[in-house]
């Protein structure tokens, strides 16, 4: 496996989501054992959207891991995405940019449901 394969990257990653009070939050945790990304030209991006009960979007982030900001070894990185106060819906996806490939990889892609 090299870490241009879905599979490599999601196990690259401890990816986690809270709603804690009306906050909610996606964590990034880097459990590769080198600083992430390894390689100077590497990207990689996240973006996250929340959306009410009745599908609104109320909140929107993107978090890139590249050259300036790296995650290193063991360290998490967590994004507050907005707030909610009522049911709400996390849609992620993380996405790789690797020098030499035509276009970014999907490697992460979920959704997370809190309640009230």
Do not use: W
């Amino acid at each position: 496996m090299t870490p241009r394969d879905p599979e490599f990257l999601r196990d690259a990653f401890i990816l986690a989501a809270k709603k804690s009070g009306d906050t909610v939050t996606f964590s990034i945790e880097n459990k590769i054992g080198h600083r992430v990304p390894g390689l100077l030209e590497r990207k990689i991006h996240f973006a996250c959207e929340i959306f009410d009960d009745v599908d609104d979007s109320i909140g929107k982030q993107k978090h890139t891991i590249d050259n300036r900001a790296f995650l290193p070894v063991e360290e998490t990185h967590n994004i507050v995405i907005g707030e909610a106060k009522k049911a709400v819906r996390l849609v992620v996806k993380g996405t790789h940019e690797a020098p030499g490939a035509r276009k970014a990889v999907t490697f992460f892609e979920k959704t997370y449901t809190f309640e009230q």
